[in-house]
């Protein structure tokens, strides 16, 4: 498997970077091009690289650090320079890309240790403590990535051990790029005929990321040439397909494969997993291991409206978009105003003869006026002209994510602004907000007066605001229905005040099951122990990867792994797999059969992520969301930094565990 882009004997020949560039194209701008350029370049990105570059630190004075200036609703320029740090960091960055182009430089070396700590420890305003984490990112550090310092076949040659992957979304192509790394012999199974996961699934108008599209891709595979700020539904399922050719995955993937069962098998030492290929015939396997990469928004929930068999026209789910269903002069409805009706709405709004939106909540929305915007001409230059420029404004992504929005999120104890808000900051972020919506519906007070939630920003998922969906609210086609849906008829939606609304397309724009956690695969752990059934309702795993009692299994995508207001989901998932990676080391090493973690171990780390939800905005005891399970207790969402994971995942630790003879 190929894993580096990087010429042998240039230094640079370990660098985990699928995407990786030998050379930068050559720097022959003038003087006043340059300038130009350094000007619209978000300076402390463009500090390090050139640092690195020209493998001078000196550069990076202590007036000139960023002072990472918390976000409120967007990240803060420059790391919250102030203008007279600006000016400076300009003339400092100017003169730096001028000795690059006058010195013809258009390759860095991987950084040696002392130079890894100095740059990193610039750009995160000296904090020691997210160093290591950091270094994960940053491919130009390769002693410090994720990949196994270990082989298979170096540890226990010979013995009988496969692992199988389940699902190629996003979480399992990284937990198969780590296992081939390892030499671990393993099979990949996917239900689906072709790969990418969510990606792959949801396809419905106006798909798009909405985090910058930086920040959305692995440590292994840092592209840089993305085309949009936030990317494209369609250019994330390309890049992970391009991300499994390029890794040589692609051939090991057995699509329209779907995993049945599993079972513990206690006198092997294995899991008899049961799968059902493309011809309906059912085979089953023994696996020393398996690791689920299976996701968590993919199984579509439709509630069950009265009446909606009965309803003769186009139904479907924003997840299994019909694109033989042509809605031009259509009456359509969409039921929901989440994520996905956001940005559905706005996409088909000027092609339909009518749209009818049924909101339950109001989204709250933050102000992302480049949610559209194409790659700047600027930017696209540095990252062909400045070595792995790219590189390093995707770890500044990350860096300035890892605290985030989390301070406006976070409740204050006693605090009388509750329900509609939790904090002092908290409230003003709503009244910013809210402001923002009333001068954009300033025209209807009638949709003014169901626009602005009725809970705390950041309860729920908050989406990007470029002005595109209150466009389509005001649009004369557009009527918004805050009565509910009462029942289906043939040929309309009857809402809770008894008003019919005749529509020929629904649009289920309702979210997902995400607190089910492989609720399709029947899992049956040791003494015939029902996955389902040790979970009642309330999923559960130690570090969101493991589950007691059922050994060597390793969920990718677990229980409390995503992040909504700060960190990194991919920086999540990857540490996931790395972690199975370092618990199926500390087996082969033992000679054990399998690792069980323990139940104290498991009510521990609940009991952490609990603590840590009650404190935020979508852990309030008056809040509803998909974040929560059926009982009301958080599933879904890590409450803390991708620092706290990283440390908790840092190694196996033989105290939690259990290792089977």
């Known amino acids: ?133 950091l270094s994960h990112e940053l491919a130009l550090a390769p002693e410090h990535g994720g990949r196994p310092d270990w082989r298979f076949e170096d540890v226990a040659a010979g013995r009988d051990f496969r692992v199988l992957i389940v699902g190629a979304g996003v979480g399992g192509i990284a937990a198969a790029y780590r296992v081939a790394q390892a030499g671990l012999p393993y099979a990949h ?10 990606w792959a699934k949801n396809t419905y108008p106006g798909v798009r990321l909405d985090t910058p599209t930086f920040g959305y891709s692995y440590s292994f595979a840092q592209r840089g040439d993305w085309p949009h700020q936030f990317a494209e539904g369609s250019e994330i399922a390309d890049y992970l397909e391009d991300v499994v050719d390029r890794a040589g995955l692609r051939e090991r993937i057995e699509f329209g494969t779907r995993l049945l069962r599993l079972r513990w098998d206690d006198e092997a030492g294995a899991w008899e997993a049961t799968t059902v290929g493309p011809d309906g015939v059912e085979k089953a396997r023994m696996f020393s291991a398996v690791v689920s990469g299976l996701g968590l928004l993919d199984r579509p929930n439709i509630p069950d409206f009265p009446g909606a068999a009965q309803f003769q026209g186009v139904t479907m789910h924003s997840q299994e978009w019909n694109h033989d269903v042509d809605l031009a002069g259509k009456r359509v409805a969409v039921i929901g105003t989440g994520a996905s009706a956001y940005q559905i709405v706005p996409a088909i709004v000027d092609d339909v003869a009518s749209l009818t939106v049924f909101q339950r909540s109001a989204p709250w929305m933050l102000p992302a006026p480049n949610y559209h915007d194409a790659v700047g001409e600027s930017f696209a230059w540095l990252v062909e002209k400045v070595p792995h420029f790219a590189q390093w404004y995707r770890l500044w992504v990350i860096l300035t994510g890892i605290e985030g929005r989390a301070h406006t999120v976070t409740a204050e104890e006693g605090w009388e602004g509750a329900p509609l808000s939790i904090s002092r900051k ?232 259990d290792f089977l003879p």
Do not use: C
């Open 189 to 198: 199974v996917e239900a689906g005929e072709t790969l990418g996961g969510t």
């Open 1 to 133: 498997m190929t894993s580096v882009h990087a010429e042998q004997g240039s230094g640079t020949d370990h660098i985990d970077d699928l995407y990786w560039r030998a050379a930068s194209t050559p720097v022959v701008e003038s003087d006043q091009e340059l300038e130009s350029i350094v000007r619209q370049a978000e300076l402390p990105v463009l500090l390090v690289s050139l640092a690195a570059a020209l493998d001078d630190p000196s550069i990076l004075t202590d007036d000139l650090r960023p002072p990472l200036t918390p976000m409120d609703t967007a990240p803060v320029p420059h790391g919250g320079m102030t203008p007279a740090q600006q000016e400076r960091a300009v003339e400092v960055a100017l003169t730096a890309l001028k000795r690059l182009r006058d010195e013809g430089i258009t390759r860095v070396g991987a950084l040696s240790d002392e130079r890894r700590r100095e740059l990193l420890g610039f750009l995160s305003g000296g904090r020691e403590e997210w160093l290591d984490m």
């Open 426 to 657: 908290s409230q003003e972020l709503r009244d910013y907000l809210a402001a923002r919506i009333e001068s954009q519906l300033a025209s209807r007070p009638d949709l003014l007066a169901i626009a602005i939630p009725a809970y705390p920003p950041g309860a729920k998922r908050m989406l990007r605001d470029n002005g595109v969906w209150a466009r389509a609210l005001l649009d004369d086609r557009t009527t918004v229905v805050t009565a509910g849906v009462d029942r289906f008829t043939p040929t309309a939606i009857v809402d809770g005040a008894g008003v019919a609304h005749e529509v020929d397309v629904v649009i289920f724009a309702t979210g997902f099951r995400p607190s089910e956690f492989l609720e399709n695969i029947e899992v049956t752990g040791r003494d015939g122990v029902d996955l389902q059934d040790f979970w009642a309702g309330n999923a559960r795993a130690y570090n969101g990867i493991t589950v007691p009692g059922f050994p060597n299994l390793f969920l990718i995508y677990g229980p409390n792994v995503g992040g909504v207001v700060q960190g990194s989901l991919h920086f999540m998932i990857e540490r996931a797999a790395e972690f199975a990676i370092k618990a199926m080391r500390e087996v082969l090493e033992r000679g054990a059969t399998a690792i069980d973690v323990r139940r104290e171990a498991l009510d521990r780390f609940v009991a952490y992520v609990d603590e840590g939800s009650r404190r935020m905005a979508w852990g309030q005891p008056y809040v509803r969301t998909w974040y929560q399970n059926a009982s009301g207790r958080v599933t879904a969402i890590w409450p803390y930094t991708n620092i706290e994971y990283w440390d908790l995942t840092e190694r196996v630790d033989p105290a939690d565990h």
